[in-house]
Structures are given as C-alpha cells and as structure tokens.
C-alpha cells in the first residue's frame, strides 16, 4: 500500500512554454502533498506543501507565480511550471501523506529539461 | 539556522564492511527523524523512523539507527553491507508533530563486491 506515481516521468520541453506535473496517490487519500526539487549530487528541497482544496504554501525563495500548484482532490495534486527556462531544469519529487500515518510517500520523481 | 547535516557525503566500502552514516540536526524541541534510502533510479523509500521510545530503531534491511538526544545526532549503522546497499541515503527531520521534512545533503554509499 501507500503508492505515489507521477506523470510524467521524464519530460523535454522548449524554453517558455508550460509544463505540468501530476502527482497521484494509488491508494490512499492524501491529505497533504509536498513538492521537492533535486538538483544533481544535491539534496531535496521542499518547494511548497499543498492542502487538498486550499491553496499552497510555498517555502521562501519560490515563486508561487512559477510554481502553480494545484491540489483539486484527495488523491492527485498537479504541479505547473510556467513560462520554463532551463534554469528550472530538474527532478521534480511529489510526495502524500495522511492523517492516520505519521510518513511521506514518495513518488518516483519527474525529469524536466529546459531546451 | 535550523538545519539537517550529513558528514560524509561519499562513502565507498567493501562487501560485508559495517557501515556507520553520521546525522546531526540543529532543531530544538521534539522532532521525528528519518532514514530514507534512494537505489539508482528508484525512488525515495523510508529506511526506518523515529518518533518516541526506544532510541534504538531497527529497519528494513538490516539497518538501525540510535537517537542521542544530547548529541542531536541519528546515526544509521549496518553490520555488514551488501552490494545492493549502493545507494544514496538520506537523513530527514521533521520538526513539526508531522508534516514537511527538512533533508540532509545526503551520502552516496557505493559498496564493492
């Protein structure tokens, strides 16, 4: 149990167009999903916290304007990079989590390149 | 700042080596601490976790960890490695009752046959 799957998993795009990410819980309902980022030979950092049916909450330095994040339901919340340039190329990694359960679940991560 | 540090960030050792990962954080108060475990292209799964109790935590794989409140350190340690421990391990805080996780940089474990 407790799966987490994103899609897609690898994605190219050009520079300045719009890329979005889901992130989907298989079998659980989360009540809370996070995204990070993973730059190479880095560690995850936590870009926001999204609540189902209310808006996110970005960590300092990210732009909400950049980053849309968008949690319609208990199950899949769906990350929005607008207007890409590569500086925004990275893995991208969503995880759920759940009242009853003390743990995040993380999904297997997206790779965006910026052309 | 608050913050999560690893000491190594590249450890490389021999089959059936112990395997000792330093984890020292800089919050105050109660936190949760994390192990978790990333293979090559897999993704992110917990190793094992603290909440209260015992200090010292068993996992999956063989891999335990001890909590030293006064050292602020969660250190994880395996006996004997294997190969298909190659990996890069994270130390994860969560200073809340539960919620966001703040990582550390991570170790790059390569194990060698």
Same mark, same amino acid.
């Given at each position: ?46 870009? @926001? ?34 207007? @890409? ?31 | ?6 000491? %190594? ?14 984890? %020292? ?6 936190? %949760? ?30 891999? $335990?960890? $001890? ?20 990996? $890069?391990?994270?130390?994860?805080? %969560? ?19």
């Amino acid at each position: 149990g407790a799966v987490v799957s994103q899609h897609p998993s690898r994605v190219i795009c050009k520079s300045g167009t719009s890329v979005k990410i889901e992130c989907r819980s298989l079998d659980f309902q989360a009540t809370t999903m996070f995204w990070y980022r993973q730059f190479p030979k880095k560690s995850l950092m936590l870009m @926001a916290t999204s609540n189902e049916g209310s808006k996110a909450t970005y960590e300092q330095g990210v732009e909400k304007d950049k980053f849309l994040i968008n949690h319609a339901s208990l199950t899949l919340s769906t990350l929005t990079v607008t207007s @890409a340039h590569p500086e925004d190329s990275s893995f991208y990694i969503c995880s759920a989590t759940r009242t009853d359960y003390n743990e995040q679940f993380f999904g297997p991560g997206t790779r965006l390149t910026v052309l | 700042a608050q913050s999560v540090s690893q000491h %190594n960030h590249h450890v490389i050792l021999s089959e059936a080596a112990s395997l000792e990962l330093g984890c %020292n954080y800089s919050y105050g108060g109660t936190v %949760n601490l994390f192990w978790y475990v990333q293979y090559p292209g897999q993704h992110l799964q917990l190793l094992l976790k603290y909440f209260s109790g015992d200090p010292l935590v068993k996992g999956i794989k063989g891999f $335990e960890a $001890e909590f030293i409140k006064s050292k602020f350190s969660f250190n994880l340690r395996k006996p004997s490695v294997q190969w298909s421990d190659t990996a $890069e391990y994270f130390c994860a805080v %969560n200073p809340d009752s539960w919620g966001k996780l703040q990582f550390g940089a991570g170790t790059q474990v390569v194990v060698t046959p």
